[in-house]
């Protein structure tokens, strides 16, 4: 006899998913459109239009390529990733290197779930780095085989005209802006 019994079927799953999914959906969009005035939700609601871009330019569904400035959304989800786990780790670390002091102000449960959150988040972390972060940073077919620029500071202007044509044409903007410099000291005037 089985240890276990099966309480959904397949499409009771299928079908949770997608409410759940769904239910992430509407909230991250409505609630960006509520508070579309502040400056978190209109950098969502364009972080995920450019998402769907991108998708359909890697579909080939349109030869439309988004234009992103100083960071597209692949690095900003890193980035909030980062710190969103960091803040869980030090939190449950915290936890787990204090659990004594942690039960005087907090139910002992939370001891249990620390270490759970701690490794999940832990194995979140080695994953998102492994897969999301190596394939954007060194295989994805915009910086293969390998991106520099974090370590150099200097990116060709074709792929910065690509991968970042609105920083780019602000850049471009700001440097017609400035007034050429007054030649240095020690050195001699032209002519």
């Known amino acids: 006899m089985s240890s276990y019994v099966i309480r959904f079927s397949v499409w009771q799953r299928i079908e949770h998913a997608c409410v759940g999914l769904l239910f992430l959906v509407l909230a991250v969009t409505g609630l960006s459109q509520e508070f579309f005035p502040m400056h978190w939700a209109e950098w969502m609601i364009l972080d995920f239009r450019d998402a769907i871009m991108m998708t359909r330019y890697y579909l080939r569904l349109s030869d439309e390529q988004p234009r992103f400035d100083r960071f597209d ?16 780790m030090i939190g449950t670390g915290f936890m787990l290197y204090f659990p004594v002091e942690t039960t005087r102000f907090l139910p ?33 077919p915009e910086a293969f085989p390998f991106d520099s620029s974090i370590f150099t500071g200097k990116i060709s202007r074709e792929r910065m005209e690509k991968e970042h044509a609105l920083e780019y044409e602000r850049m471009l903007a700001e440097s017609e802006e400035e007034p050429e410099a007054p ?9």
């Not at 080695?126 to 897969?131: E, P, R």
């Open 73 to 88: 959304y692949r690095q900003k989800w890193e980035y909030w990733g980062m710190l969103i786990g960091s803040l869980v």
């Open 183 to 191: 030649p240095s000291e020690g050195t001699a005037p032209p002519g």
């Open 108 to 140: 002992g449960q939370l001891i249990p779930a620390a270490l759970i959150a701690h490794g999940r988040e832990g194995l979140l972390a080695f994953l998102v780095i492994i897969i999301w972060h190596f394939f954007n940073a060194h295989f994805s």
